[in-house]
């Protein structure tokens, strides 16, 4: 017997209409999310996190709105491979440039999310990005390769980034400036297995991943927190966005067996041949985390020479 399908209203977003869900956290806080009622909440461990990260009223492209945007479960996967630089230079903007593992070498990601609970609702994100030196840097130095491949702070630019729900598409494209567009997309994580799938337009798959998963350690609120700047060019003016991670449970497989990663047709797998990436090296999965994404600042790159 199905579930009864979940009842949506219809909101402005920088004259952009959208549904989201009837009594969902949009619908009732507009991003100004109660904590208290989030704490009540079974499937979040916590918020203190988020209690020491302060909301601040901005002007963006989607009209007024807070930021940071606060996700209070959630889980990842990302399957990082080495690809020729030269590949995913064809791919870059030009002031941006491949950070290298060796020479010659970048690193190709594919990453798939989960947003349970989350200001703008649930919903499901996959991405294909590449890891690039810092925008302000000329020859990236060694402290900063080693903080990369850490993960403890990465900096990226996505080519891809589909999302399941039309907030999460428009906010991240008007307002963020990532290549997103809505489709059909599952994520299941858990502790023993990993799975997703991303449909194309026909309803087809343009790329599925399933693995295991790694053996997971937990972590306590605030121990590990990582971050992610990610470069995006908003009215043809460069733009970076943060986004930091408390940490809750993850593990991470070094060379990993029994990955089938799937490129089927469509336009992530386009992108992710586009890169030419070889075997993968490592398997980052995280059961449970919590994120808060800052909306896009302007940002100076350096202009290639």
Known sequence: MSSPRQESVKVDLG?????????????RYRMETDLDEVARDFRVSGVDFFRRLP????????GPTLTPNFYYRVSTARLTMPAPS???????????????VAPGLGLVSVM??????????????AAVGVAVKPGRHGRLGFVDLVAALKNEHLDSYVLSLPVSTE?????????????KWVTGLDVGIDADRTTARVANDTGGTDLALSAATPAQTPYRSGERVSSLTSYTSIGGAWHSTLSQTNVLS????????GVTLQAGEGRMAD???????VRPVQLDVMTEGQLALHMPVPTSVRSPK
């Open 86 to 100: 030269r590949a995913i230079r064809s791919r870059l903007p030009r002031e941006l440039a491949p950070l290298e």
């Open 112 to 125: 798939f999310f989960r947003y349970d609970v989350c200001d703008i609702d649930f919903y499901t994100e």
């Open 55 to 62: 909301k601040t009223r901005v002007d963006s492209p989607i």
């Open 15 to 27: 004259g952009r209409t959208v549904t989201v869900p009837k009594g969902g956290l949009y619908d």
């Open 271 to 277: 992108d992710l041949r586009s890169l030419r990436p």
């Open 167 to 179: 907030i999460a598409q428009v906010r991240g494209h008007d307002g963020y400036g990532f290549p």
């Open 250 to 257: 993850a593990g991470a497989t070094l060379l990993p067996r």
